[in-house]
């Protein structure tokens, strides 16, 4: 065996030993935490621990957690408090800080990860350039799942392509990222008091700042809710135009970056007839007899 081939083979052994904790903030999350933890314990490579970080919520959030805790004892579930101020960053922040596994991965509380994501959140991080990662997602509560993924994945390539390579985003509801790249940003992430920003947009940018390097890796998959859809038109521009705000708080100027905008803006309201199409007929009673 060459000395290449044994140096390859001991830096693939020691990505395979990497621990992957999975950090869910949780706010008001009582109709879909429970799936999440289910997806996130029924993994072909089991996670090193399973954080969820209640901010402040007032409804069974925390009582669903520690009922999951005592029915899947040997499971690493752990139920964490940020009750000091309320906000997506700052129980964000509070789980990252908190994880002690070498890549700390981030999703929602409707997240839906496949079985093999924490496999391939592992695999993505074989290559000890790469800092932080992210990958598609398909949306469990929409008609036609399958399209959708690869749907989301080709616009997720195209954004790649169109930004030049220069910037990678990651997705709030499908990433991980390196603790030690987290510890290197974490004092300068923005907080973001007014709640104008695309949290995980911010956090990109923050990388690219210390040129750590975003890989997009397609084989890690989480399913989410289309639940976004269910907001105004008024509100659902203040989401998407949470961009533009991001990148003014940077200094990004890049045009070609405002394409995420434009396509979420023209499948609004196609996808939210879709969406209700899908749940009535989802809701419908089976008819029994044949009839």
């Given at each position: ?80 408090s940020q009750d000091r101020e309320q906000g997506l960053i700052p129980t964000r922040n509070f789980g990252l800080d908190h994880a002690t596994g070498d890549i700390l991965g981030r999703i929602d509380a409707d997240s839906v990860v496949e079985p093999d994501w924490v496999e391939q959140v592992r695999q993505a991080f074989h290559d000890a350039s790469v800092q932080a990662a992210t990958g598609p997602v398909v949306y469990y509560d929409m008609p036609m799942r399958r399209f959708g993924l690869k749907a989301d994945d080709k616009m997720r390539q195209l954004m790649l392509k169109l930004a030049k390579h ?126």
């Open positions: 065996m060459s000395a290449d081939q044994s140096s390859g083979d001991a830096l693939y052994h020691a990505a395979d030993q990497l621990r992957v904790s999975i950090v869910i903030p949780a706010y008001n999350e009582e109709s879909v935490i429970r799936q999440c933890l289910i997806a996130a314990i029924y993994q072909s490579v089991p996670a090193h621990e399973i954080i969820v970080v209640d901010n402040l919520s007032k409804d069974r959030t925390a009582n669903i957690v520690r009922q999951m805790q005592l029915e899947y004892p040997e499971s690493p579930i752990i139920l964490l220069q910037y990678h985003f990651l997705f709030g509801s499908n990433m991980a990222l390196r603790a030690s790249a987290w510890q290197i940003i974490r004092s300068e992430t923005c907080r973001d008091e007014k709640d104008e920003m695309h949290e995980d947009i911010d956090l990109s940018l923050h990388l690219a700042d210390h040129d750590l390097k975003i890989n997009y890796c397609p084989q890690m998959v989480s399913g989410m809710s289309a639940r976004r859809l269910e907001d105004s038109p008024r509100d659902y521009r203040y989401y998407v135009t949470r961009f533009d705000r991001t990148y003014k708080a940077h200094n990004v100027k890049k045009m070609a970056l405002k394409a995420p905008m434009v396509v979420f803006f023209s499948v609004y309201f196609p996808a939210k007839l879709l969406r209700a199409i899908h749940t009535v007929n989802t809701a419908q009673p089976a008819r029994r007899g044949g009839q």
